[in-house]
C-alpha cells in the first residue's frame, strides 16, 4: 500500500523504509536513463516496424507550415568541457534560469515566499491526456486551486504552462491531448542521434508557445507563483530544474527559443527523440550542455532527494500536493513478445511505474512530518483500450474523458493510492456507460 508511514514509534525505521524505497528508485531511474525509452518504447517501435507505406495525407503532421525549432548547431561535434564547468555554467543573460535539482540552497531561493496549493504533473507520453481530462473537470466542478508551484516533466511539462496559466488555457490543452497524432509528434526517420525525427513536436511546441503566453508566465511569476520544469542533464546525469518565469521574463527572441527548448528537451526521450543543445557559459567558455527528457531521472519532481529523505531542515511552503500520475500505477499483465523492443519496452514501463511508486512513498512521508495534505490522481487499473500505435487519438480522447469525469465528479484525487485501487467511478463504468448511453 502506498502511504505514509504509519510507525511513528519507530521513526528510524520508517526513514530506512523510505531510504530502501529511494534505493530502488535510483537503481530503477539508472535502468531507465539507460535504455532511455520509456513505456513507449515497444508501442514506437511496432508502429515504426510495421509502417513500410508513406503516411496518408490525414495523417501527416499540421505543423508543416511552421518552421522548424532550431536545436543543433552545424555539426554534432562538440566542444570539450569538464565536470566542474558544467557545474557552474550559467545560461547566458539568464543567470537564474535554472537550478540543479538535487540543490536544497537553490530550490529554497526559487521557492515562493508564501505557501499555497503545488501541482505536481508526471511524465507519461500519450496518457497525458489523462491529467490534460482531469485540470478540465476541476475548472468545471469548481474547486481547482491557483497554484503557488507547478511542476512538470516530459508530457507534465507541456500541459504545465496550460495548467500554470489556469482555466482560460483549458480549451487549449484539450485541443492539444485529443487531436495530435503520431505524425504530429514525430517522423519515421532515424537521425544521427535517436531512432526518430521529432521535429514535428519541436514545430508544434514552437506554433503553441508563443510570446503571449510568455508575458502571462512572466506576470504570474511576479506575482510570486512558480512555474518549474524539469529536464535530465545526460552530460552530468543529473536532473536540471528551469525556472520558466524567469526565463519567461526575458522577452524578446532569446526567451521564447529557450522556454521552447527546455518544453522539448524534457519531453526528448533519450535514444528515441534526439536530445537538445543548449547554449551556456563557465569561467569564459562557451559550450552546449545536452539535455533530454526529464522522466530519465524521475517520473515527477517535488523537491530534491535529501528533502524527500528528511536529512534536510527544509519546509515546503506548501499547503496541499497535488499530484496527477499519467498513467498506471499497478502493475499490468501482458504477453509479451520475444523481440528486443518489446522487451525493453515492457522492462522499462515495469520500472518507470516502480520508481513513481517509490516517489510517492518519499513525498507522503516528508509531508506528514510537515502537515500537508498529499492528493494523487491516476489512471484507473481496469482502464484498457486497444491502441492503434502510439499517440492514438481515440485512445487519448477516451482517456481524457475519464479524466474529466472523474474530476468534475470529485473522484480523480485520492490521499492513499494502493497500486491497484480505483476511483469511485472507475474506467470500466466510464467505459460501460459510453457503449451503451
Known sequence: ????????????????????????????????????????????????????????ADQRPKTRDVPRLERHGPTLKRSPFSDGADEIAVVPGVPGARFWADSISDFEQALPQGSGPWLILSEGGADGAYGAGVLSGWTTEGSRPVFSVVTGVSTGALMAPYAFLGADYDDRLRQQYTT?????????????????????????????????????????????????????????????????????????????????????????????????????????????????????????????????????????PASAIYIVINGKLAPEFQMTDRTTVSILGRSIGVALKAAARAEIVAVHSVAQ???????????????????????????????????????RNRAAFRKHVEPGSMSSISARDFLNKRSNP
Open 1 to 56: 500500500m502506498l502511504s505514509p508511514c504509519q510507525n511513528r514509534r519507530s521513526p528510524n525505521r520508517c526513514r530506512a523504509a523510505v531510504e530502501s524505497d529511494l534505493s530502488r528508485r535510483a537503481i530503477l531511474k539508472r535502468l531507465a536513463l539507460l535504455a532511455g525509452a520509456g513505456m513507449s518504447l515497444s508501442k514506437t517501435g511496432a508502429f515504426a516496424r510495421d509502417t513500410k507505406k508513406q503516411l496518408s
Open 369 to 407: 512530518s510537515q502537515g500537508i495534505e498529499v492528493n494523487v490522481a491516476v489512471v484507473d487499473p481496469s482502464f484498457t483500450y486497444e491502441a492503434h500505435g502510439p499517440f492514438d487519438t481515440q485512445q487519448m480522447k477516451v482517456l481524457f474523458d475519464i479524466g474529466f469525469e472523474q474530476a
Open 180 to 316: 495530435v497524432t503520431a505524425a504530429d509528434i514525430f517522423e519515421l526517420s532515424e537521425t544521427a542521434e535517436s531512432m526518430f525525427d521529432d521535429w514535428p513536436l519541436a514545430s508544434l511546441i514552437a506554433k503553441i508557445v508563443t510570446p503571449e503566453m510568455l508575458r502571462s508566465v512572466a506576470e504570474e511569476h511576479q506575482r510570486g507563483r512558480r512555474l518549474f520544469i524539469a529536464t535530465t542533464n545526460l552530460d552530468a546525469a543529473r536532473p536540471v530544474i528551469w525556472n520558466m518565469g524567469v526565463i519567461a521574463a526575458q522577452n524578446g527572441e532569446a526567451g521564447l527559443r529557450l522556454f521552447r527548448q527546455v518544453l522539448l528537451a524534457s519531453a526528448s526521450i533519450p535514444g528515441m527523440f534526439q536530445p537538445v543543445m543548449i547554449d551556456v557559459q563557465a569561467n569564459g567558455q562557451h559550450f552546449q550542455e545536452m539535455h533530454a527528457d526529464g522522466g530519465a531521472a524521475a517520473p515527477f519532481y517535488v523537491a530534491p532527494e535529501s528533502c524527500l529523505l528528511g536529512a534536510t531542515n527544509a519546509r515546503l
